[in-house]
T-cell receptor, first 111, second 114 residues
Framework: EDKVVQSPLSLVVHEGDTVTLNCSYEVTNFRSLLWYKQEKKAPTFLFMLTSSGIEKKSGRLSSILDKKELFSILNITATQTGDSAVYLCAVEARAGNMLTFGGGTRLMVKP | SAVISQKPSRDICQRGTSLTIQCQVDSQVTMMFWYRQQPGQSLTLIATANQGSEATYESGFVIDKFPISRPNLTFSTLTVSNMSPEDSSIYLC???????????FGNGTRLTVT
């Protein structure tokens, strides 16, 4: 059974701090790893990672994948209150876009 | 990315009744899925909505409880039948274009069953 585990479960930081969110996985047929941000109901897409060691970056957010050690990290620098959300990691290990999600990390950024 | 419109946005329903959720995409998409997110939990795949044929259900989900239609490449419905309080969840429509493309989500339907 495919498994995706995220840590920490929750995190409280102050504005300006840097945070690192972790995602480890055990799947039989890895295709890609994706990160999403969920503020209310709809997860919004952040990154899709398929190759090890190549950092993806978007503003203050960045992510990298290690396919040998089977994990990914999501970094957020200079956090803002608007970064408060649940961050979801998902792995595509079956053909056709089907994703297995981790339990999420709930991030709260205090002013 | 495609614009995905899901409705209703939220509903409160009585046990024993059924609710149909609609998902409309502004362009043709290859893959459409329905996910459920129970309170405090992560997302669980209910089924793949196949265009012109019966949906493919994940373990633990059955057609009688969650009938799905997908008459074309831009529209799908999920019905939650004979509801009980345990069905209270967020239901999410998602779309993808296959290999090497990310999945995108509709705005979700927050269902409360009393």
């Amino acid at each position: 059974e495919d498994k995706v585990v995220q840590s920490p479960l929750s995190l409280v930081v102050h504005e300006g701090d840097t945070v690192t969110l972790n995602c480890s996985y055990e799947v039989t047929n890895f295709r890609s790893l994706l990160w999403y941000k969920q503020e209310k109901k709809a997860p919004t897409f952040l990154f899709m990672l398929t190759s090890s060691g190549i950092e993806k970056k978007s503003g203050r957010l960045s992510s990298i994948l290690d396919k040998k050690e089977l994990f990914s990290i999501l970094n957020i620098t200079a956090t803002q209150t608007g970064d408060s959300a649940v961050y979801l990691c998902a792995v595509e290990a079956r053909a056709g876009n089907m994703l297995t999600f981790g339990g999420g990390t709930r991030l709260m950024v205090k002013p | 990315s495609a614009v995905i419109s899901q409705k209703p946005s939220r509903d409160i329903c009585q046990r024993g009744t059924s609710l149909t959720i609609q998902c409309q995409v502004d362009s043709q998409v290859t893959m459409m899925f329905w996910y459920r997110q129970q309170p405090g939990q992560s997302l669980t795949l209910i089924a793949t909505a196949n265009q012109g044929s019966e949906a493919t259900y994940e373990s633990g989900f059955v057609i009688d409880k969650f009938p799905i239609s997908r008459p074309n490449l831009t529209f799908s419905t999920l019905t939650v039948s004979n509801m009980s309080p345990e069905d209270s969840s967020i239901y999410l429509c998602s779309v993808g274009q296959g290999y090497n493309s990310p999945l995108h989500f509709g705005n979700g339907t927050r269902l409360t069953v009393t």
